[in-house]
């Protein structure tokens, strides 16, 4: 049922059941919010969205009442304003004064709220936030003092990853979020996913930053530094930058990181290929033995983490094939250089997800001590980095990544959705039981929205389910399904721990209020550029054959593979 209500002396067509603060955002009209997040129950805890509706005595929150016909709303008159100025104030009362060299300045919700409201001074005073700063983590870095208890990081980590590695402590004016026990997040349930930073307001949650180590091992004539460029890097940095897909994006990348000062700079795509072949031999053997249960995907660190936390009992479905980045770290220090050289080298993963950090400092990807993969930098981190070098990727000449190795199929960029994956390894596996081109061979994704999707491929005389999830709740809930139902029809199932999958990575650039619709236009900008390459499925990189053919006779060695266990932590 549909009527009209007056906002602002304009009459507004609305249905019912909907809440003031979506139709008045429907209709252009912007209201403020700091706690309310598109697609989660409204709490209306920050109150900055508050509305004045004639009848009411007092003000109300807009995010949680619905419509109402025959409502009189004014948005911006003098009570709303004082209002709303009153909350910013008090909520500035006793944040730090670190604007200047806060990383969110200029990117934050409540310094943009302080200039909007004019608010030109503090007028309210209060002791300030003590905490220590947490920075044990390998990825998240967290700020107690900045917290503006919007609630925000808690409900993402607790309802959409199923981790709830913070939550609040204590009541009323002593509440506070933070991690188990008051203990490191590095020793809390944290899976270093970052969807925490993706929705912080303000700086109390960033990631940590690896550009210093970067920059100090640059500076260091004994250190030879190694850049390796992730594909779903290359999309994210060139719809950021908008570049066009016909101007090379990882050859400019790849100009810009030569002029910072990486002395070799490779492309991380044939790790891409190298994954997917493992995968889909895995697969394969795993098909010929009838197993019951499907393979996982394994290229998902923060997924790992969740597996070996909360679900150890699935950790033998998960395929043991490295990720891209620890593959790509393991052939340059150890294939591509005599392994005298190695400790030398100073490999830089350029990644879209932090959970990337934590992944390069697992023990089990190193050898001998030294790490396979020794720093990364998200987009973030490199955005920044191309700001303080003062280079612009559209004046650069491009360069290409440097040989052996530099030739692709499609599946490095495809790794970068979700979904994208789950096709490429269908595809290779069809070209290992066929034996030829797939010229008949179709993979037709389902159009159904939503994270979850299923296809039924045939490839010779059998069919074979692939299915694909992204988001720890919608992984957990239909590997849980997948159980309960003693389906047998899905044999291999792609999860990735971010919305959309890396292009909703925990690395990629703050977006507030559009981060659904820059996720998308990274996944397009993914399929413009999977459309580039020569070879369309893994296994028809030469590059990768005759790498395997020269270094590793054995596909199966266990340099290409790693091993996960189960990990006890405090929850």
Not at 62 to 87: D, H
Not at 185 to 193: E, R
Not at 333 to 361: I, Q, R, W
Request: aromatic share 6%; glycine share 6%.
């Amino acid at each position: 049922m549909s009527f009209e209500i007056n906002i602002n002396n304009t009459q507004v067509e609305v249905h019912e059941g909907e809440t003031l603060l979506n139709v008045m955002r429907k209709n252009g009209i912007k209201i403020p919010t700091l706690c309310y997040m598109a697609g989660f129950t409204p709490s209306g805890a920050c109150r900055l969205c508050v509305v004045e509706v004639e009848g009411k005595r007092d003000l109300i929150t807009s995010c949680t009442y619905p419509v109402e016909e025959g409502m009189v709303v004014k948005t911006n008159s003098s009570r709303v304003i004082k209002a709303r100025k009153s909350l910013v104030e008090m909520l500035l009362a006793n944040h730090p004064d670190d604007c200047l060299y806060c990383e969110r300045n200029g990117n934050c919700e409540l310094q943009w709220l302080a200039e909007e409201l004019n608010v030109k001074e503090r007028k309210y005073f209060s002791r300030k936030n003590t905490d220590k700063r947490d920075h044990s983590s390998p990825s998240v870095y967290r700020d107690p003092a900045k917290c503006i208890l919007c609630n925000r990081c808690v409900r993402v980590c607790e309802e959409v990853q199923l981790v709830t590695a913070i939550e609040f402590v204590y009541r009323g004016n002593k509440t506070k979020v933070n991690s188990a026990f008051n203990k490191g997040l590095n020793v809390s349930s944290c899976i270093n996913c970052g969807q925490c930073i993706m929705v912080c307001p303000t700086g109390a949650l960033v990631d940590i930053s690896h550009i210093e180590r970067v920059q100090a091992i640059l500076d260091n004539p004994g250190k030879e530094t190694v850049a390796m460029l992730s594909p779903a890097f290359v999309a994210s940095i060139a719809e950021q930058a908008g570049i066009k897909n016909t101007d090379n994006p990882a050859g400019l990348i790849t100009a810009a990181l030569y002029k910072i000062g990486f002395k070799k700079v490779y492309d991380m795509s044939v790790a891409s290929d190298l994954n997917i072949v493992l995968e889909a031999s895995i697969l394969k053997e795993r098909m010929e033995k009838n197993h019951s249960t499907p393979l996982l995907s394994s290229c998902c660190p923060a997924w790992i983490k969740y597996a070996e936390e909360f679900t150890p009992d699935i950790l033998p479905d998960i395929s043991e094939a490295k990720s891209p980045q620890q593959l790509m770290g393991r052939i340059v220090k150890y294939h591509l250089h005599k392994e005298t050289e190695s400790d030398k080298l100073y490999t830089v993963g350029f990644m879209p997800c932090v959970a990337n950090k934590y992944e390069a400092s697992r023990e089990e990807n190193t050898l001998k001590g030294i790490s396979e993969t020794d720093a990364v930098i998200t987009v973030r981190e490199f955005l920044r980095m191309l700001r303080s070098s003062g280079i612009s990727l559209s004046r650069m000449e491009a360069e290409n990544p440097l040989p052996p190795l530099e030739n692709n199929s499609r599946a490095g960029f495809q790794m970068a959705y979700s979904g994208g994956k789950a096709e490429a390894v269908a595809m290779q596996l069809n070209l290992l039981l066929n034996g030829k081109n797939p010229s008949g061979f179709k993979f037709i994704p389902p159009k159904n929205p939503g994270s979850k999707r299923e296809v039924k491929v045939k490839i010779g005389k059998h069919e074979f389910g692939f299915a694909w999830v992204s988001g720890i709740m919608e992984a957990q809930n239909y590997l849980d399904q997948l159980k309960h139902d003693q389906r047998t029809d899905i044999h291999y199932v792609e999860v990735m721990a971010c919305a959309g999958g890396c292009v909703g990575g925990g690395g990629q650039p703050v977006s507030y209020f559009n981060a659904r619709e820059k996720a998308k236009l990274r996944k397009k900008t993914s399929q413009e550029l999977e459309k580039l390459p020569a070879n369309t499925i893994a296994g028809q990189n030469n590059d990768l054959a005759t790498y395997l053919s020269a270094n590793e006779k054995n596909a199966g060695s266990k340099s290409f593979h790693t091993n996960f266990h189960q990990r006890n932590v405090l929850k």
